[in-house]
């Protein structure tokens, strides 16, 4: 037995609205995880998918993944991952919410999704200094602009 991990995928194939077979494909994980991997918000954005039981799907370090990682095992051992398992256990797995949380020092929002076919919850998130740069931008950009037109305003008043 290997540590390999595959995705198994199967649709009913139907004549006249019964079953009569299935479709069985098979997918390496690892594209999963890669495809996942991938998302997130700004610069240091990042996902994962966990099970409603805690058990991790896929993640960006996929040591998680091969390690059958469960971030809610981190609550009781005081682990890495225990403020982002506090808040999913109090936003309620299957829900759909934003939850805010603490991991190495760094403060994180993330998106969270119930994926209803799989049972599967999808995570999306940054890092919140990030997710804040943005918004300092767009503060600035109004300031910058409500100066301009105030300038403006005056100069058109002392014509």
Known sequence: MTKETKIIYAAP???????VGVLI??????DLNNTVGQMGFGE?????????EGKVNAHQDISHVLNDRNIFEDIDKDGEYKD?????????MGNTG?????????????????IKSTGWVLGVGALKKDVLVQLNLLRNSIIL??????????????L
Do not use: H
């Open 145 to 158: 602009v409500s100066i301009v037109f105030c300038l403006l305003e005056y100069w058109l008043q002392s």
């Open 13 to 19: 194939i139907r004549s006249d609205n019964t079953v």
């Open 44 to 52: 240091n954005g990042f996902a994962f998918l966990i099970s409603r």
């Open 98 to 114: 934003i939850i805010e949380y603490e991991i190495s020092g760094a403060k994180r929002y993330m998106g969270i999704a119930p």
């Open 25 to 30: 494909g098979e997918k390496d994980s690892l």
């Open 84 to 92: 982002v398992a506090l808040r999913l256990s109090e936003l309620g």
